[in-house]
């Protein structure tokens, strides 16, 4: 699980950076920083540099850990779904102890 989680990690964040580096995201994120007159321009875009780094830094981590927690909880849901399909058309009958 952790490896198809991995795989997913990347190919996602890969496809982040990509979009991170075409033109007209950089035009947008410099857009935003015009919004802001003067001094609060200056401390927008080291606000934004900074978030940059840190994403850069634990973007891929956390995309990995969400990606495990995502298929975690896939797998429990499945296997509930399957243990309760299985109950219900009978295939699955309590045994004489535990109906006591």
């Known amino acids: 699980m952790s490896m198809l989680a991995r795989i997913l990690a990347r190919l996602l964040w890969a496809n982040m950076l990509w979009t991170m580096r075409r033109p007209w995201m950089k035009r947008l994120q410099t857009a935003s920083l015009n919004l802001f007159r003067g001094e609060r321009r200056e401390r927008a875009r080291e ?37 309760l399909n299985l109950y219900e058309s009978g295939l699955l009958a309590p045994t004489e102890a535990m109906k006591h």
């Open 47 to 83: 606000s934004l540099i900074r978030q940059n780094r840190w994403a850069r830094r634990t973007g891929l981590t956390l995309l990995t850990f969400s990606f495990n927690m995502l298929l975690a909880s896939m797998i429990l849901t499945g296997s509930y779904f399957l243990i």
